[in-house]
């Protein structure tokens, strides 16, 4: 099973918005609901911040936001702070025998 | 509230098996299910395994089929991952999680390092 395509890096100053990628196929990203987006800072536990595509866990800022189209999910975060610095990862469950997939990984970085 | 600690890391030589654990508390342990998730240094995440709330079933990924063993003991609220036959590219923190409703990965552990190494 492939992991599901990330950008390795984006960038944003303080306030401005960014959008991350995540493109898999029919059998994952686009044959389901169930994309997931998780931040990761180095040391710590991943950390939920987006699951079935759209929605928001408690206590997660509504400047993360999600979407997809197609085979493609996105990750939207609005009014960038420092603190969302850090390493996002998408994942989706699949239709193969292996039942999730991570994308690769995308390093956010604030400038 | 909601607590996950893994436990059995360490280092070993390639070939050999280690058994890691997942202590969980916090929220009722056999109605949920339970992940394995690793990250090699400097890699990203990487989806281990799954096993359901009731046992009933188990999903691993390519790399590790048919060498690890994922299994849980709702009697003692803890999750393990056997792992035999261990390689170099099993090096990794390894990291336990349980599911929210949807199958999505709600709550996390820390991880425990494994390093495969001669």
């Known amino acids: 099973q492939s992991a599901l395509t990330q950008p390795a890096s984006v960038s944003g100053s303080p306030g401005q918005s960014i959008t991350i990628s995540c493109t898999g196929t029919?059998?994952?990203?686009?044959?389901?609901?169930?994309v997931s987006w998780y931040q990761h800072h180095p040391g710590k536990a991943p950390k939920l911040m987006i699951y079935?595509?759209?929605k928001r866990p408690s206590g997660v800022s509504n400047r993360f936001s999600g979407s997809k189209s197609g085979n493609t999910a996105s990750l939207t975060i609005s009014g960038l702070q420092a603190e969302d610095e850090a390493d996002y990862y998408c994942?989706?469950?699949?239709?193969?025998?292996?039942?999730?997939?991570f994308g690769g990984g995308t390093k956010l970085t604030v400038l | 509230q909601v607590q996950l600690v893994e436990s059995g890391g360490g280092v070993v030589q390639p070939g050999t098996s280690l058994r890691l654990s997942c202590a969980a508390s916090?929220?009722?342990?056999?109605?949920?299910?339970m992940h394995w998730v690793r990250q090699a240094p400097g890699k990203g995440l990487e989806w281990v395994a799954v096993?359901?709330?009731?046992?009933?079933?188990?999903y691993y990924a390519d790399s590790v089929k048919g060498r690890f063993t994922i299994s849980r003991d709702n009697s003692k609220n803890t999750l393990y991952l056997q792992m035999n036959s261990l390689r170099a590219a099993d090096t990794a923190v390894y990291y336990c999680?349980?599911?929210?409703?949807?199958?999505?990965?709600?709550?996390w552990g820390q991880g425990t390092l494994v390093t495969v190494s001669s």
């Open positions: 096993i359901w709330y009731d046992e009933t079933n188990t």
């Open positions: 916090g929220f009722t342990f056999s109605s949920y299910g």
């Open positions: 999680a349980r599911e929210g409703f949807g199958g999505e990965l709600l709550y």
């Open positions: 029919s059998s994952d990203v686009g044959g389901y609901n169930y």
């Open positions: 994942t989706s469950y699949t239709s193969s025998s292996t039942p999730r997939v």
């Open positions: 079935d595509v759209s």
